[in-house]
C-alpha cells in the first residue's frame, strides 16, 4: 500500500469512517502542515494525528518514528515530482520557449503550495541532524530540475531559441525561482508594498526570457534553415 492508493469512500466521509487506504495520506498531509508551522522540534506526533483525525498511535504504526514520518514527508513532497516534466522534454515538438515556460511554472506553482517552501527551509535548517533528508531534497529540487532546464536551454539553443544556455544558466534558474518564492513567503509581513504571486510570476518570467531568448529574427532564420 502506497500514500497515494487510491480510494472510492465519498469525499465528505468523516475520517473516522473512511477506509485504512486513505490514512497514510491524510498522516502525511498533516504532518507537512505540523512540521511547516512548528518546525522539526516543535511538531509532535500527537498533533499530526490530531490534525489526521486518527490515533497517535495509528501514526506510529504506519510511520515509527517522527524522524521516519519526516523523512516521508519529504520524499512524498518532492521525489519524483519532476518525473511529468522530464517525460514533457523526451517527447516534445514544438518552440522550446513554451516547454521553458511550462516546466519553470510547474516548479513555481509547487513550491508555492502551503507548506512546501517551510519544509524546503526547514529541510536546510536541519541538515546536519538529517543529511539524507537534505541530499533528497538537493537531487530532486537541485539536481534533476537543473539537468531538466539544462536539457531545454540546449535543444532550443540548437534551434537559435536560446542565446543564454550551459550548466552555469541551468544552475541559476531553479536557485532563482525558490529564491524568490522563500523571500515573499518569509518577509512579506514585514514588506510595506508587497508584490503578488502574480506580479512576482510576470517579472520573473519576463527577466528570463529578456535573459535567454534570442532575436526574433535568428529564431526564425534558424527555423527556416
Not at 522550446?96 to 517552501?117: A, C, M, S, T
Not at 546536519?128 to 533528508?133: G, I, K, Q, V
Amino acid at each position: 500500500m502506497t500514500p497515494d492508493s487510491p480510494s472510492s469512500e465519498p469525499a465528505n466521509c468523516p475520517k473516522w469512517q473512511r477506509r485504512p487506504a486513505s490514512r497514510p495520506r491524510e498522516i502525511l498531509d498533516a504532518a507537512l502542515a505540523a512540521f511547516a508551522e512548528a518546525g522539526y522540534e516543535g511538531a509532535t506526533i500527537a498533533d499530526v494525528a490530531r490534525r489526521a483525525g486518527v490515533s497517535p498511535g495509528l501514526v506510529v504504526h504506519y510511520f515509527r518514528t517522527k524522524a521516519e514520518l519526516f523523512a516521508a514527508v519529504i520524499e512524498d513532497r518532492f521525489v519524483g515530482f519532476v518525473a511529468g516534466e522530464e517525460a514533457l522534454l523526451a517527447g516534445h515538438q514544438g518552440p522550446y520557449r513554451e516547454l521553458l515556460e511550462q516546466v519553470v511554472r510547474r516548479l513555481w506553482d509547487h513550491l508555492g503550495e502551503p507548506g512546501i517552501i517551510e519544509l524546503g527551509i526547514l529541510v536546510k535548517a536541519e541538515r546536519a541532524e538529517f543529511p539524507e533528508a537534505t541530499r533528497t531534497l538537493f537531487r530532486e529540487l537541485g539536481e534533476r530540475w537543473r539537468r531538466l532546464f539544462e536539457a531545454v536551454l540546449e535543444a532550443g539553443a540548437r534551434r537559435g531559441e536560446f542565446r543564454w544556455h550551459g550548466p552555469h544558466a541551468a544552475r541559476v534558474i531553479g536557485p532563482a525561482i525558490v529564491g524568490v518564492c522563500e523571500s515573499s513567503r518569509c518577509f512579506r509581513a514585514f514588506d510595506r508594498r508587497p508584490s503578488s504571486p502574480d506580479e512576482l510570476w510576470h517579472a520573473l518570467l519576463s527577466l528570463l526570457e529578456h535573459g535567454v531568448l534570442a532575436d526574433a529574427a535568428c529564431v526564425n532564420r534558424t527555423i527556416k534553415e
